[in-house]
Nanobody, 125 residues
Framework: VQLQASGGGLVQPGGSLRLSCAAS???????????VGWFRQAPGKEREGVSC????????YYSDSVKGRFTISRDNAKNTVYLQMNSLKPEDTAVYYC????????????????WGKGTQVTVSS
């Protein structure tokens, strides 16, 4: 399985971006059975959890810093999870990573089964 995060870029404060996390693998793979998380790491800071969506009922979690501004969603038919980011702030600048863990789970940095390469998000005027 390979995870590919995309959609990052440079945006002004108050702007929006939509990140995508696409999973590709041999025939028969489905993201349905995986809980998916988005994490981010800013320069000089530790990686932190941003959002998480469960494998079963699609329940979601958001960190306090992004709650009300970010929305996570999944399209299992496309093996893709999205992170819609609105009202972006300079402090949202970071490399964003997606990661998966099999089954119903919480998203913790040390508990994920697989990580994708990150995508850079820069919020600046």
């Amino acid at each position: 399985v390979q995870l590919q995060a995309s959609g990052g870029g440079l945006v002004q404060p108050g702007g929006s971006l939509r990140l995508s996390c696409a999973a590709s693998a041999a025939s028969g793979f489905t993201l349905d059975y995986y809980t998916v998380g988005w994490f981010r790491q800013a320069p000089g800071k530790e990686r932190e959890g941003v959002s998480c969506i469960s494998s079963s009922d699609g329940s979601t979690y958001y960190s306090d810093s992004v709650k009300g501004r970010f929305t996570i969603s999944r399209d299992n038919a496309k093996n893709t999870v999205y992170l819609q980011m609105n009202s972006l702030k300079p402090e949202d600048t970071a490399v964003y990573y997606c990661a998966i863990v099999y089954g119903e789970s919480i998203c913790t940095i040390h508990g994920m089964d697989m990580w994708g390469k990150g995508t850079q998000v820069t919020v600046s005027s």
